[in-house]
């Protein structure tokens, strides 16, 4: 198998646990409605879509050795991710995340329980990595410590990384490590917060946009919610309308969406098709109540990039 075709990804894997009301939810009560617990986590969700695209796909992770831990594990193994050079730990139970829908499925309030990660002593982790990574992509995300994201691109300086920030608090933790971004996903919020820069206008979004150019990102994709999203280069900054679909869960959205942009740039694609097959897989993602659709594949992203419909 090429090097193109195998992709590596350091970062988080939960257990989700997603509550679905039957109506509009009302806060200080008890709703009716029903309960799913699927695998989860940022980086997990990421391996898990880019496997759907038919890469061979590396997670290297953290995992305990209670029963969820032991479900987190199974579930990697029977979707064919590599784990075996992850970090298990013993008498740790799994990161977990709750989260509460509201009536149109968007996420209403969320709690993340993920001790694994935040008393991890970082040293152990950074002496569990590999040697050599046999990738030309690495995607990183920041469920992991500033230190652990440092050391990694040191360590692998030939690679392409690919960074998917977390949320506005975790994403500090890769202002340091910005030049060496081949690819940066962020959302709005999680973008404000790392360059300090509040959006009022258009002139404000492409600001934001020339703030990490500055700092080093060859790429950059900012998504803006109902508004798309924004992206440039040195060369220049574009913005894309959102594709339009089911919204059955949003969350994993951002995850394939970060999918979409590493099977559209290893296609060499331009950055108008990288936001368009980014936006496409997280619409089909949205479409589906789990935060992987397992629905997707290359032929099936393909087709609604090429006929450019909504799904």
């Not at 305990?64 to 992850?86: H, M, N, Y």
């Not at 919610?225 to 969350?251: C, L, M, R, S, W």
């Not at 060499?268 to 594949?297: C, F, W």
């Amino acid at each position: 198998m090429s090097e193109a075709s195998k992709i590596t990804v350091f970062g988080a894997a939960n257990v989700d646990i997603t509550g679905f009301p039957d109506g509009e939810l009302v806060y200080k009560d008890a709703n009716i409605g029903s309960m799913k617990s699927t695998a989860g986590g940022v980086g997990r969700n990421i391996a898990e879509n880019l496997k759907h695209l038919d890469f061979d796909v590396e997670l290297i992770s953290i995992f305990g050795d209670d029963p969820l831990s032991d479900f987190l594990i199974k579930d990697c193994q029977s979707k064919g991710l590599k784990i075996a050079r992850s970090l298990f730990l013993n008498n740790m139970p799994a990161s977990t995340f709750i989260a509460i829908l509201d009536h149109q499925n968007d996420l209403a309030v969320g709690i993340s329980a993920m001790q694994l990660y935040d008393d991890l002593d970082d040293t152990l982790f950074i002496s569990n990595l590999p040697h050599q990574i046999d990738s030309e992509y690495i995607i990183l995300e920041t469920n992991l410590s500033n230190k652990i994201l440092q050391k990694i691109v040191e360590k692998y300086p030939d690679k392409k990384f690919v960074l998917d920030t977390v949320s506005g608090k975790k994403a500090l933790r890769a202002k340091t490590i910005m030049q060496h971004l081949h690819i940066l996903k962020t959302n709005l919020l999680e973008a404000e917060t790392m360059s300090g820069i509040k959006v009022q206008n258009d002139k404000d979004l492409e600001k934001l946009v020339s703030y990490f150019i500055v700092q080093g990102v060859t790429k950059v994709f900012i998504t803006l919610g109902k508004q798309g999203v924004i992206y440039g280069t040195k060369k220049f900054i574009e913005q894309q309308k959102p594709v339009k679909a089911e919204v059955k869960n949003t969350i994993g959205a951002g995850d394939s969406f970060v999918a979409g942009l590493v099977y559209a740039d290893i296609l060499q694609k331009s950055m108008k098709d990288m936001a368009a097959y980014g936006m496409r897989m997280a619409a089909l993602t949205v479409s589906h109540d789990e935060a992987v659709n397992p629905n997707i594949s290359r032929d099936k992203v393909e087709q609604l990039v090429a006929n450019g419909q909504r799904i």
